[in-house]
């Protein structure tokens, strides 16, 4: 009966993990997926996760399906932290918002919502993207193209191409766009580029999708949120998927929402009856005890006021490892610009590593990334950064 059926090739990110944990060497080191190590080279269970979760297992009830749309506190949640409380998108109730299982569960359902009333439209993706934008569009029936982002000669935005890109497509074109920390590049664009954005998205009538995963990692919680809010003061109608997979270290819980900013409440009602249709054809309804830990901690003004500490805590520790891999790197390849090290943002870097040079730092050195030659900043600490930084310039040189 299943003959025909070929064997599945592996997630190469996935497929890197597993291939660490058979690594018998205990200098081992992953720099592959993207997990948030503290100093000690651990994932943390962050402390108001641990209160939050404790407040909860004092409360024993019944366990009924949530809502299609999930939990109303955590999605009040959602809207205050991405969009801010105060943003008159949020207080119009223009916002229909979904709580989904994880950031990809969002951009799943928005997939298949935009499928089916844009079934003609294409989807443009950043040149390079995560792997999984391709699989997710491409699964929901859309023609998948690229636009111009990336310059492996300068380390930065192709912002003139991209910018022409955008100017050329037709309308209704649904294009993809990471409104910090990119991934994988983690070449951001600046505010003054994003509003330049926004004037071709709307003078085009494109249909923007914003995926946030790495909301605070960047510059902040608000100011990452930038383009999200000076979208929405526009007036445009677009859709935003977020995750908390990084900045609540809550990776297994798969919390993630879907919002989609409409023209008014009237609109965003009929949005959201149909948001949950599609979440009804997908998995039914959200998880529980990942959604009611994270809108305690959201909306809690104590645990929220301890948890930007913690997201704080993280980013600097990861601009730390930037800056410490940066002269770590600068000592040992003099003449090399390395600036992009420190001008890229969030967890992810381009170090314009050949896939053999991937391979050599994986074989001789134990340390692991994805052959694209991006590297998880995070995976770095004070221990390990010599050791790192002295197996990338021998392969280099070499």
């Given amino acids: 009966m299943f003959d025909h059926i070929a064997s599945y090739a592996g997630d190469p990110v996935f497929g890197l993990t597993d291939a660490l944990q058979k690594d018998p060497r205990s200098h ?37 399906y949530l809502p299609m749309e999930g939990i109303a506190a955590y999605r009040e949640a959602v809207q205050d932290m991405v969009f801010g409380a105060s943003h008159e998108a949020v207080t119009s109730g223009r ?50 193209r690229t636009y111009p982002y990336y310059d492996p000669v300068t380390a930065s935005v192709r912002f003139d191409d991209m910018l022409a890109a955008l100017k050329s497509m037709p309308e209704q074109t649904v294009i993809l ?43 902040g919680l608000d100011e990452d949120a930038f383009v999200i809010r000076a979208m929405a003061q526009t007036g445009a109608r677009f859709l935003v998927s977020n995750s908390f997979s990084k900045n609540l270290s809550f990776y297994s819980e798969r919390c993630g929402s879907l919002s989609v900013v409409c023209a008014d409440k009237s609109e965003a009602a009929r949005v959201l009856g149909q948001l949950k249709c599609t979440v009804g054809t997908n998995y039914s309804s959200p998880p529980n005890h990942g959604g009611q830990i994270v809108a305690r901690v959201l909306l ?7 948890w930007e500490a913690e997201v704080t805590a993280m980013r600097v520790r990861i601009k730390t490892m930037r800056q410490k891999l940066f002269y770590a790197l600068s000592s040992r390849l003099a003449g090399w610009d390395l600036q992009y090290l420190l001008k890229q943002r969030g967890m992810f870097s381009y170090t314009g ?29 004070s221990r390990n950064v010599e050791y ?6 021998k392969v280099i040189v070499d």
């Fill in 28 to 64: 081992k080191i992953n720099l592959g997926i993207g997990l948030y190590h503290d100093e000690d080279g651990r994932i943390p269970l962050l402390p108001v996760v641990a209160k939050a979760e404790a407040a909860l297992a004092l409360e024993v009830h019944a366990r009924p």
């Fill in 95 to 144: 916002i229909a918002t979904i709580q989904t299982v994880g950031g990809s569960g969002a951009l799943k359902v928005g997939a298949d919502f935009l499928k089916r009333y844009f079934p003609d439209s294409e989807v443009w993706l950043s040149d390079p993207t995560w792997g999984s934008h391709h699989a997710i569009f491409e699964g929901a029936g859309f023609k998948v």
């Fill in 177 to 219: 766009l990471q409104p910090c920390c990119h991934n994988p590049t983690g070449a951001d664009l600046s505010n003054n580029q994003w509003e330049e954005i926004l004037s071709v998205v709307l003078d085009r009538k494109l249909i923007s999708f914003l995926d946030m995963a790495y909301q605070g990692f960047g510059d």
């Fill in 300 to 306: 809690d003004p104590l645990l929220r006021e301890e």
């Fill in 388 to 393: 790192v930084a002295e197996a990338i310039a």
């Fill in 353 to 381: 590593l050949s896939a053999d040079q991937v391979d050599r730092l994986r074989d001789e050195f134990g340390i692991y990334l994805v052959r694209s030659g991006r590297i998880c900043v995070a995976g770095i600490n």
